[in-house]
């Protein structure tokens, strides 16, 4: 797994939190780094939540499988501080 990219993704999010989970420059950003490291769980995690945020839950819950993860009953914005916590004890 490549850590820094890791470090960049939760950056990635942190931006997108601060901003609202909206769409735009940061979601790409972090959506980028997640198409780019494909079929490792904890990017395939961060691609789910990029989808949730899109509003396609549908292809969220595609990601939130490969990731061996399930959708948090809550929104976007309570979901993303366990996952930081998660992800940032990989680092």
């Not at 691609?47 to 945020?53: E, G, S, Y």
């Not at 969220?60 to 009953?73: E, I, L, P, T, V």
Request: net charge negative; proline share 4%; aromatic share 10%.
């Amino acid at each position: 797994m490549d850590k820094p990219d890791l470090a960049r993704l939760i950056e990635a999010f942190d931006r997108l939190a601060t901003s609202g989970f909206t769409m735009g420059a940061e979601w790409e950003a972090a959506h980028n780094i997640c198409q780019a490291h494909e079929g490792e769980p904890p990017f395939d995690w961060g691609h789910a939540l990029c989808h949730r945020i899109e509003g396609d839950d549908w292809n969220a819950d595609y990601w939130y499988r490969r990731a061996g993860k399930r959708r948090s009953a809550g929104g976007v914005a309570e979901e993303w501080p366990a996952m930081r916590a998660e992800l940032e004890a990989l680092l």
